[in-house]
T-cell receptor, first 116, second 113 residues
Framework: GAGVSQSPSNKVTEKGKDVELRCDPI?????LYWYRQSLGQGLEFLIY????????KSGLPSDRFSAERTGGSVSTLTIQRTQQEDSAVYLC??????????????FGPGTRLTVT | GENVEQHPSTLSVQEGDSAVIKCTYS??????FPWYKQELGKRPQLIID?????GEKKDQRIAVTLNKTAKHFSLHITETQPEDSAVYFC????????????FGAGTQVVVTP
């Protein structure tokens, strides 16, 4: 079946502009995660949606970052007033809803964001 | 919050030799420890995971060991092959949150023929 998809694959934007990154999770996966991967670095947790519960936003680096998930499926990560330090690959992942066990997180191909 | 440290940052091995990557974590409540492999230009993929009630798990040429007392876990790859060349990330669950993972910084493994 189809895996996690993200769009756009690449985004170049000017400093100060807003950007929206989209994630389509695997059908039936009710948990969705956003990560940021800077060059040569690990995956930095940003936000986690779990079913109908309030999202865990504890990883968002500033109030310029926000995310929403509509209809329990597609998610959009928005970065307002972009800064050069926001340049990174933004990865989305989805999994079956964790409850009393863990399920594998399946990653999308990522969106490479470059802020000039 | 959880802090995961991973060593070494780079590892070069001869084909056929073994590779070992070590991670330490800080949150004693962590109970799930996955390992992801990321090939150049590709997305991370789960290769093996271990839960806190198990000390060791093996899957063909890869194995993971966990020492909860010392708060460290390791990935072992035996009989390395060129296709094992990739960046490997360890991760630990954050407290009792079943979904949140804290990742290590990654280890670049290069297997030379």
């Amino acid at each position: 079946g189809a895996g996690v998809s993200q769009s756009p694959s690449n985004k170049v934007t000017e400093k100060g502009k807003d950007v929206e990154l989209r994630c389509d999770p695997i059908s039936g996966h009710t948990a969705l995660y956003w990560y940021r991967q800077s060059l040569g670095q690990g995956l930095e947790f940003l936000i986690y949606f779990q079913g109908n519960s309030a999202p865990d936003k504890s990883g968002l680096p500033s109030d310029r970052f926000s995310a929403e998930r509509t209809g329990g499926s597609v998610s959009t990560l928005t970065i307002q007033r972009t800064q050069q330090e926001d340049s990174a690959v933004y990865l989305c992942a989805s999994s079956l809803l964790p409850g009393t066990t863990y399920y594998e997180q399946y990653f999308g191909p990522g969106t490479r964001l470059t802020v000039t | 919050g959880e802090n995961v440290e991973q060593h070494p940052s780079t590892l070069s091995v001869q084909e056929g030799d073994s590779a070992v990557i070590k991670c330490t974590y800080s949150d004693s409540a962590s109970n799930y420890f996955p390992w992801y492999k990321q090939e150049l230009g590709k997305r991370p993929q789960l290769i093996i995971d271990i839960r806190s009630n198990v000390g060791e798990k093996k899957d063909q040429r890869i194995a993971v060991t966990l020492n909860k007392t010392a708060k460290h876990f390791s990935l072992h790859i035996t009989e390395t092959q060129p296709e094992d060349s990739a960046v490997y990330f360890c991760a630990a669950s954050q407290g009792d949150s079943w979904g949140k993972l804290q990742f290590g910084a990654g280890t670049q493994v290069v297997v030379t023929p």
